[in-house]
């Protein structure tokens, strides 16, 4: 009994945020969007927004990173069922190689946030301002943390960015995506070494292909990419 009411403790106050700027009055339907793989060195970059109901809560959300893999999946059928609107979008590395993370980043939660329907009236975003997004936004330093619009969205790119890593390592097994995501694990970066980028890497990071004096040539074609496990 005693952690059913610290859990629901936890989750009100992390509805304060939305019912404190819902009391305003100016905005009924609130969205979280977060994002997931910015420091990845393959993969995309992935957003979700979200705009939970008012009426009701998913016991168990929580900052993506504090869940289990087992809970966070559960917990996403659940988020995509009680949520007024979920979208999800993904910026591949090529584009991120074009414009560079930050923007990628701004490009999936705007694209996120663009496809909600109904739409929001005034979106939390962890930490990121968004000038050219489609609603008022109000940027939260750890709003995966303090926000529980921001924590749902944050669950929903996790699961979905996760799929898709795995999905690549069946296509480039000797990278072990489906342990490391993309990240630089110490796996990771010995087969890139070995192996060199495959064609979902992001060739303008600078562990993936390192500068001219820092051990690489320079390169950055996607000629020279990975070959696949046989």
Do not use: W
């Not at 993904?90 to 705007?110: E, G, H, Y």
């Not at 795995?166 to 995501?181: C, I, T």
């Amino acid at each position: 009994m005693i952690e059913l009411f610290t859990e629901a403790y936890r989750l009100r106050l992390m509805r304060g945020l939305e019912e404190l700027v819902a009391r305003s009055g100016d905005y009924g339907r609130i969205a979280g969007v977060d994002e997931v793989g910015r420091g990845a060195l393959a993969g995309p970059v992935v957003a979700a927004a979200v705009i939970p109901s008012p009426r009701s809560v998913v016991v168990g959300v929580d900052d993506s990173k504090r869940l289990s893999a087992t809970a966070r999946e559960r917990l996403a059928v659940a988020i995509r069922r009680s949520a007024l609107a979920s979208a999800v979008v993904a910026v591949p590395p090529a584009q991120i190689d074009r414009i560079n993370i930050l923007q990628a980043t701004k490009q999936a939660m705007c694209a996120a946030l663009g496809q909600l329907d109904p739409a929001p009236d005034l979106a939390i975003i962890d930490a990121v301002g968004l000038p050219s997004a489609p609603c008022p936004c109000l940027p939260v330093i750890r709003g995966d943390s303090v926000s529980y619009a921001v924590a749902c969205a944050s669950i929903l790119a996790k699961v979905e960015r996760d799929r898709m890593m795995v999905e690549l390592h069946d296509e480039y097994p000797h990278f072990e995506f489906d342990s490391n995501k993309g990240y630089g694990a110490a796996v990771h970066l010995a087969a890139l070494a070995e192996y060199g980028p495959s064609p979902y890497h992001r060739l303008t990071f600078r562990s993936v292909l390192p500068r001219r004096g820092e051990g690489g040539d320079g390169g950055g074609h996607r000629a020279g990419l990975a070959r696949r496990a046989g």
